[in-house]
């Protein structure tokens, strides 16, 4: 079955460090999405793109970064960790950027930056 | 600027119905989708709406009308395993999807 997996579940780093986040979808979907979810939030966009070597800036999107090499991976990066980053960060495929085109979501990355 | 709105936390017993409402504001309107999501894990799709009036899946309806700005979910013979968060998402005149902040569901025996 067609899956999206994201690595690691859980993450505990150091103010400064740098992060990497991964994605990897099995859908063989073009579109691919980075959001953050925090309480009192819906989620956010941080970064998307909808093929091999296409990204842009979401809402959010200041202090990371994305590339994509291939179809299946999108992995999000957080140059210089801050406080203000810790969060749960979900990944998305869908099939489309049309209309009725749902996005399917990965289990999601709790990080914790101290 | 864009906002989707909905009740933060809502009460409701086994058995019976519930709905969750939800008004938007947005850039353009591209369709109206529902996601549910349980405590720790991923959401996942419930519905979509782009035209007005009432789509029906099984105990799930979801109910959509553009001029108001308005939609809601319903929720048929509540069960235990429909406590949630039910979330509420836009798709704006750039395709992109605006989500409200959720409405966290307990169902009561």
């Known amino acids: 079955d067609a899956e999206i997996t994201q690595s690691p579940r859980h993450k505990i780093t150091e103010t400064g460090r740098q992060v990497t986040l991964a994605c990897h979808q099995t859908?063989?979907?073009?579109?691919m999405f980075w959001y953050r979810q925090d309480l009192g939030h819906g989620l956010r966009l941080i970064h998307y793109?909808?093929?091999?070597?296409?990204?842009n800036k979401g809402e959010v999107s200041d202090g990371y970064s994305v590339s994509r090499s291939n179809t299946e991976d999108l992995p999000l990066t957080l140059e210089s960790a801050a406080s203000s980053q810790t969060s749960v960060y979900f990944c998305?495929?869908?099939?489309?950027?049309?209309?009725?085109?749902?996005?399917?979501f990965g289990p999601g990355t709790r990080l914790t930056v101290t | 600027g864009q906002n989707i709105d909905q009740p933060t936390e809502m009460t409701a017993t086994e058995g019976a119905i519930v709905q969750i409402n939800c008004t938007y504001q947005?850039?353009?309107?591209?369709?109206l989708f529902w996601y549910q999501q349980h405590a720790g894990e991923a959401p996942t799709f419930l519905s979509y709406?782009?035209l007005d009036g009432l789509e029906e899946k099984g105990r799930f309806s979801s109910f959509l009308s553009r001029s108001k700005g308005y939609s809601y979910l319903l929720l048929k013979e509540l069960q235990m395993k429909d406590s949630a968060s039910y979330l509420c998402?836009?798709?704006?005149?750039?395709?992109?999807?605006?989500w409200g902040a959720g409405t966290k569901l307990i169902i009561k025996p």
């Open positions: 998305a495929s869908s099939e489309s950027a049309g209309e009725s085109y749902e996005q399917y």
């Open positions: 859908w063989n979907h073009n579109n």
């Open positions: 793109s909808y093929g091999v070597h296409d990204t």
């Open positions: 947005t850039s353009g309107f591209n369709g």
């Open positions: 709406n782009v």
């Open positions: 998402a836009v798709k704006d005149s750039n395709y992109q999807l605006i």
